[in-house]
């Protein structure tokens, strides 16, 4: 009888507002430890924190984007435990009434898709960092991302492999980039998930469930999940019972250990913060949010194939981030007469160059301009496609436009009948058995012509002339 | 009513002697029981009160306020190395 794994994930992500939830610290990355605190973040006695508005109306968006429940009012709850890396001794949460509750994404599983329910999105403040490595008998904590605002982002337990879950993160990454509610950066703990993961027999209930931490990369996360799914499988059918506790996986060996010490010690005894009211927000001000969201990449997608032509898969690579999309309508805007013609060159030649040199979009040395430049002197005849492969390469090298590459490398294609009518009549009187044996029937030899005056201008004449031409003239 | 005082000391990192623990368990629970007398209102129809005073949350705009004063945050600090709060080594 056949397993099947049952996952939830809880996300994390760092919401990219300019100063933290509480106060007004910065949250700029990679300062100088300990630069970017206050009395607020390091937990002194007597102060009090003042939410963030910007950090809320990214947390309403983000609801709207996952077509969420928002909730008018909602409150913040203390998290009480003990740790170097929160100076409080509680982290500010929501536990009871969340803001954000009751969404969904759908992701794409096969060739079809599966809806993944949100239980609830709250908001809450980051801890520390602790350093370790290297010390003898202290840790090191660096307090700059205490109280930087997060969400934490609920799943149902609705995936059923280590696949969907990726997929369903990738979603997720995607669409809270797009909003711009957070950079998203996964080495920078951006974006940080846990999962729960049991196993059952199809159809039974739910089974107990492990909760899997510390998981930073697409790739580890399904190391993880597939890693637990047959630790658990294997601990069932030896007769064994999976008990519920947290468990760290280490990259580096590949596999999770137990964590239950950190067990005993996690009863938060949540109780309301006193120093916040309730949050309220009005339906306006949600509706307000609303009217300012961003095309969602799904609908991007959709809109790309229909009003530009793309095929699916196209349109998927043009929209996975915002740049990307933006990038590839100011290439249409600037050759319009071919969005096609625009999107296999963007997705196939230019983002393969730009992988090739470990570049972003955002630093490409050809911008959209420049590469419209080129399609424009495609679609004119002045050089073949595979001529532009070519002057492509050199604007990249040079960053010169397509127009200097062309007159500085003397690569016009050569469209002019009588320039083609010659070179053709050479190749024939070059090879007289051929034209015979042409005109015999062999008509397999056209495409030895046709490559033979191609040779003879090195690649540069008009195919579509040569091939007119060729055809007349063969047959005198 | 019966606290486990032992636990809620560890909870709150408060170390207490049996002795101790002994005297405080009946003090707790006589506090706790005077809380309690409220479970006996009928509070049927009646909103949860979020927080004593009824007003909402003032926001604040994301703007940054504060400068470095890292040197004078950790004068109150017993120890610190490079900028870095050192703490007995926190196992992982």
């Not at chain 1, 060739?111 to 908001?123: A, F, N, P, Q, Y």
């Not at chain 2, 368990?25 to 909103?47: D, F, H, K, M, S």
């Amino acid at each position: 009888m056949s397993w099947e794994v049952v996952i939830g994930l809880e996300v994390h992500v760092q919401v990219n507002t300019k100063t933290k939830a509480f106060c007004g610290c910065s949250t700029a990355f990679g300062a100088e430890p300990n630069t970017q605190t206050c009395p607020v973040c390091l937990g002194m006695p007597g102060q009090l924190p003042v939410l963030n508005a910007e950090a809320v109306q990214k947390t309403i968006l983000t609801g709207l984007a996952i077509n969420a429940t928002i909730n008018l009012e909602s409150r913040f709850d203390r998290k009480n435990y003990f740790y170097p890396d929160l100076p409080k001794g509680y982290q500010i949460s929501q536990f009871a009434v969340p803001l954000v509750e009751k969404g969904y994404l759908d992701i794409p599983v096969g060739d079809g898709e599966k809806r993944i329910g949100i239980t609830r999105i709250h908001m809450e403040e980051d801890a520390g960092k602790s350093m370790h490595e290297g010390l003898e008998g202290v840790s090191h904590i660096d307090l700059n991302r205490s109280g930087v605002p997060l969400m934490e982002i609920v799943s149902e337990p609705d995936m059923r492999s280590a696949d969907e879950a990726i997929a369903y993160l990738k979603q997720l990454h995607q669409l809270i980039r797009f909003l711009d509610v957070s950079d998203g950066d996964m080495e920078k703990g951006q974006f940080r998930c846990d999962a729960n993961v049991s196993v059952r027999r199809p159809g039974e209930p739910f089974g107990t469930r492990a909760e899997l931490k510390n998981l930073n990369s697409f790739r580890f996360i399904k190391q993880a999940i597939e890693y637990e799914a047959n630790r658990q499988i294997e601990l069932i059918e030896d007769g064994g019972e999976v008990v519920q506790e947290t468990r760290l996986f280490d990259s580096a060996k590949g596999e999770s250990r137990s964590m239950r010490s950190k067990e005993e010690a996690h009863d938060y005894r949540y109780f309301p913060e006193p120093d916040l009211p309730p949050l309220r927000v009005s339906a306006e001000e949600v509706a307000a949010i609303r009217a300012g969201m961003p095309e969602l990449p799904g609908q991007l997608r959709q809109r790309f194939e229909q009003e530009y032509g793309l095929s699916a898969y196209d349109a998927d690579v043009l929209t996975q981030t915002r740049e990307l999309a933006t990038w590839y309508e100011q290439l249409v805007a600037a050759h319009p007469k071919d969005p096609k013609r625009c999107a296999n060159w963007m997705a196939n030649e230019l983002l393969g160059r730009l992988n090739e040199a470990g570049r972003d979009i955002a630093d490409s040395p050809v911008n959209a301009q420049a590469l419209a430049g080129l399609l424009d002197r495609i679609e004119d005849g002045t050089i073949s496609g595979k001529i532009a492969k070519d002057v492509l390469d050199a604007m990249m090298a040079s960053g010169d436009s397509a127009d200097a590459v062309i007159e500085a490398k003397g690569l016009k294609q050569v469209s002019d009948t009588g320039a083609i009518d010659a070179l053709i009549r050479e190749v024939m009187a070059a090879n007289p058995q051929q034209v015979e044996q042409y005109r015999n029937g062999r008509d397999k030899l056209f495409g030895f012509f046709v490559g033979q005056v191609m040779k003879a201008t090195r690649g540069q004449a008009n195919p579509a002339v040569v091939n007119q031409r060729l055809k007349i003239l063969l047959q005198d | 009513m019966d606290i486990d005082v032992k636990n809620v000391a560890m909870l709150a990192r408060i170390r207490l002697t049996d002795a101790e623990a002994t005297e405080l368990g009946p003090q707790l629970e006589r506090i706790v029981g005077y809380v309690e007398q409220l479970a006996a209102v009928n509070t049927e129809g009646v909103t949860a009160t979020a927080h004593p005073h009824d007003m909402a949350m003032p926001l604040r705009a994301d703007v940054v306020s504060n400068t470095n004063q890292r040197d004078a945050l950790q004068t109150a600090a017993p120890k610190t190395e490079s900028g870095l709060y050192v703490v007995p080594k926190v196992i992982e």
